[in-house]
């Protein structure tokens, strides 16, 4: 039999939520290959945040708990102080991670807590609708911005960028992008290694599609993927040792 | 065919148009002078699940924009079925597309049923992103409505959507044909548009492949994202009423990509 | 230490001492006044026993979601907070009422609305009981002295974690900050905590978010079928000098302490009251309630705030034909000559 979806991907709970075309989902498939690759399905406690990234409250075959919006982070470094050997992943969105939960991430990255963080940043605000986010692009339109964000909203937010400043220099700090599903998986592998092996903070951000909200193709997902692409940079974001005493 | 007060129904997919057509229906009963109601089923997913809309007309004062016993029970998707079980009644008229959902799975739940070849009609005629207008145009005819009110309603919610001439005359077209289609009591169509949801299996000497339609929602993220060419929108629809890739085989190099990409964990390709 | 040299507890440092007797192993929270000192008294035995975890989060919210995140683990873990830091507290307790998480959070009520005053309310009893955006499936016990914040503290706990329901205790800046006397009492058997992500064969999947009201309203119908089952079990009263009362003083913590001095003062003037001091306020042991009161001509419901204690004894009032008189002072303590000398101008 051909297998489809990774081993840790619970099939009794597929079709799963998520829209058509999700960038969720493909996200979601490459953490389940480094899962399977590192052998984890044991060991991962999966939190996840309000906000899209809450569809996968049954999506894997591990202990999975959808908290409130923004509050992942807490919740998920609570847990790991409690089961240190435990690898802890808080998967969410730019909402969760770059608004309403902002100063947890940056407190969870400034005391070096052991967890790892995805942040999926797929440039609005989905599940409610296609509201701006923080990582909405200038000029783009969306339900709250209908014609254009505006410089006065800020432009795109740099998330990786800010937390490097105050993050520990035994941190993992990356951006990825979904168009490079390879590249991705390492980025998760070498965040989740940086848990188990430095016992240190890692945060990826990954550039994702909302077709639904994005009103667009497959086509036109990865034509705007590459926009985001060339604003936002991708790859490592190491942290400024020299900002921390 | 709107009595002192009816209760509509509509079900499908997220995708179909149900939202739509459950709006417009409102909005044309309040034309008529009739006091109407329209509220969307809104639950966190924006497309997972089935889609449902709860539509109320009545001459008197409508107190409650929902309800347990629904007069009519419009059903546009075979999923969409166990949603709509509590709603029936000895006297629910369920009006169903009859070329994707079997007449035997309706019998099942509802004693009064009508049919409707609707996505034979849209797919063969219109093409799918007609299908809404034209079970609009169906519903439209059976409660009662003329087709000039129909398409200027039509026309009110969706100008902006139609983005030439030539797509708006197809949405047209397709909601004066549905509104002429004679409605099937007892002698139903057969559901040869019934998704077959089997896995599809392709093999060769070096290599097998699977297409999984109980899971692809027809994102056609493959398609996009086939380096050879070897996938390609096929013209069979999947559990979610999407068209699902076909593959080609012999142009397969198994690369990987294809799997690596599907959030729907629908397609594979493997080396024998 | 010397013979003769007497140590004062605080009752925050109380607090410290009975969580540990109960088995607490780890506390989050963001110092607020009156309530820091709890912080600083477990981090201060953390630091002579390694088996206390602590962590001062960002904010009361991330306390209190960490203290989650602590359970879900297994720990014993709680929070302590005030005040506009209890306002915040609300996301993470209405996550532990839903998903049935023993959230334990020790309350010293100050003045309200906003920051308010720092020193004295009994204005969080709504929001202790009723905060959320649910139907208040939380036990809230009031402390009325020292000794009650030590006991009754254990007793959160065990509440807690023998039923699965969010239990708060409330106290307030003067049983916090106040020093005195202070012995252990005879200790209660603390209860196990167990790991709710257990990771054995079938994964645990805990969630608050539904997609159907009928979805969501078959989970809540079953917590509300137990906290009714339940609610006749946790419900605690004490009751003083009511058998020959024709009047009643209905009041909780810091003031029910000062209607016993009232109680005694009216009685040497021959006045026939007495005294009905919940221990729970939600729920309230209306069973005793409804016995009491029955037949007395008059009750007195006093307390430090705009009547928030009487909406929730008028509601489990049952049958009661005499009058009821609601004296409150929101934000402002009450010494027994006050209350006396209103319940005599009455």
């Given at each position: 039999m051909i297998e489809t979806m990774p081993k840790c991907w619970n099939q009794k709970t597929k079709p799963h939520f998520f829209c058509p075309g999700c960038g969720h989902a493909i996200i979601l498939k490459q953490l389940g290959f480094v899962i399977d690759d590192l052998k984890l399905e044991q060991e991962v406690k999966f939190f996840i945040d309000i906000g899209c990234s809450l569809l996968a409250w049954n999506f894997y075959n591990f202990d999975t708990v959808q908290t409130h919006h923004g509050r992942t982070t807490p919740t998920a470094v609570g847990y790991k102080m409690a089961k240190p050997k435990k690898v802890v992943i808080g998967y969410m969105g730019d909402g969760g991670?770059?608004?309403?939960g902002l100063q947890s991430v940056l407190h969870a990255a400034f005391r070096n807590d052991p967890v790892t963080i995805i942040l999926v940043n797929n440039?609005?605000?989905?599940?409610?609708?296609?509201q701006m986010a923080p990582t909405t692009m200038p000029n783009e339109i969306t339900t709250t911005t209908p014609t254009g964000k505006e410089v006065k909203f800020g432009p795109g937010m740099h998330g990786p960028e800010l937390i490097r400043n105050i993050a520990s220099d035994k941190a993992y700090i990356a951006r990825t992008s979904m168009s490079a599903p390879e590249a991705v998986k390492i980025a998760i592998k070498k965040a989740i290694k940086t848990q188990i092996e430095n016992n240190a903070f890692s945060f990826l951000e990954i550039l994702s599609i909302c077709p639904t909200n994005w009103k667009t193709d497959a086509e036109g997902s990865f034509e705007r993927l590459k926009m985001a692409e060339s604003y936002y940079h991708i790859g490592e974001i190491p942290p400024q040792k020299s900002s921390q005493k | 065919m709107i009595h002192e007060t009816t209760i509509i129904l509509f079900a499908g997919e997220g995708g179909q148009g149900v939202q739509t057509i459950a709006e417009v229906t409102a909005a044309l009963a309040i034309g008529k002078g009739y006091n109407a109601t329209y509220i969307p089923y809104f639950g966190v997913e924006q497309r997972g699940a089935s889609s449902i809309a709860y539509v109320i007309i009545s001459k008197g004062t409508i107190y409650y924009p929902r309800f347990d016993d629904a007069d009519i029970i419009v059903v546009m998707r075979e999923r969409a079925l166990k949603d709509i079980k509590r709603f029936i009644t000895p006297n629910t008229d369920v009006i169903f597309d009859s070329s994707t959902i079997e007449a035997k799975d309706i019998h099942k739940i509802a004693t009064k049923t009508i049919g409707f070849p609707g996505s034979k009609y849209a797919l063969t005629k219109f093409g799918a992103k007609s299908y809404n207008l034209l079970v609009l145009g169906v519903i439209g005819n059976y409660l009662g409505f003329d087709k000039t009110e129909l398409w200027e309603n039509v026309f009110e919610k969706l100008k902006s959507k139609f983005k030439s001439k030539e797509i708006e005359e197809k949405n047209k077209l397709a909601l004066e044909f549905g509104a002429k289609i004679v409605l099937e009591k007892g002698e139903y169509s057969k559901a040869e548009f019934k998704a077959d949801l089997g896995d599809k299996l392709y093999r060769n000497k070096e290599r097998e492949g699977i297409i999984k339609p109980s899971l692809c929602k027809g994102c056609l993220i493959c398609v996009e994202k086939c380096p050879v060419g070897a996938l390609s929108k096929g013209s069979e629809v999947g559990f979610f009423g999407a068209n699902i890739p076909d593959l080609n085989i012999e142009k397969c190099i198994t690369c990987g990509i294809c799997k690596r990409f599907c959030p729907d964990g629908a397609v594979a390709v493997e080396k024998r | 230490m010397q013979k003769n040299v007497q140590k004062l507890y605080s009752g925050n440092e109380v607090i410290v001492l009975a969580a540990i007797e109960a088995g607490a192993e780890a506390m989050f929270g963001y110092p607020i006044t009156p309530s820091s000192e709890i912080l600083q008294g477990w981090i201060e035995s953390a630091s002579s026993n390694r088996n206390l975890q602590f962590l001062q989060t960002e904010d009361e919210t991330s306390a209190g979601f960490a203290t989650i995140g602590s359970i879900l683990g297994g720990k014993k873990a709680f929070t302590a907070t005030a005040g506009p830091g209890h306002v915040l507290m609300q996301d993470p307790l209405s996550m532990a009422e839903n998903l049935r998480i023993p959230f334990v959070a020790i309350v010293m009520q100050r003045g309200g609305p906003s920051t308010g005053t720092v020193n004295y309310s009994q204005q969080e009893v709504n929001l202790a009981?009723?905060?959320?955006?649910?139907?208040?499936?939380r036990v809230v016990y009031s402390a009325s002295s020292i000794d009650e914040l030590y006991s009754l503290t254990i007793k959160t706990f065990n509440t807690a974690w023998r039923y699965k329901f969010p239990s708060i205790l409330l106290g307030d800046g003067y049983l916090a900050k106040m020093k005195t006397k202070f012995s252990p009492s005879k200790s209660i058997r603390p209860i196990k905590s167990t790991e709710?992500?257990?990771?054995?064969k079938n994964p645990t999947y805990l969630r608050?978010?539904?997609?159907s009201e009928e979805e969501f309203g078959a989970e809540l119908d079953k917590n509300i079928a137990d906290w009714n089952r339940l609610r006749s079990q946790i419900a605690e009263s004490e009751v003083y000098k009511i058998n020959d009362a024709s009047e009643i003083i209905i009041a909780h913590g810091l003031v029910a302490q000062a209607s016993k001095e009232a109680v005694e003062i009216m009685r040497n003037n021959r006045r026939k009251i007495g005294l009905f001091k919940p221990?729970?306020?939600?729920?309230?042991d209306s069973r005793t309630l409804n016995k009491v009161s029955s037949g007395k001509k008059k009750i007195y419901i006093v307390e430090s705030s705009r009547n928030q204690l009487s909406h929730i004894i008028k509601y489990e009032l049952d049958k009661f034909c005499g009058e009821i008189v609601e004296i409150s002072k929101p934000a402002q303590g009450f010494t027994a000559k006050e209350i006396v000398n209103k319940i005599e101008k009455d």
């Open positions: 991670g770059y608004a309403i440039e609005n605000y989905a599940m409610t609708g296609g | - | 009981a009723f905060g959320g955006n649910g139907d208040g499936l709710m992500l257990e990771g054995k608050n978010c539904f997609s221990i729970t306020l939600n729920p309230i």
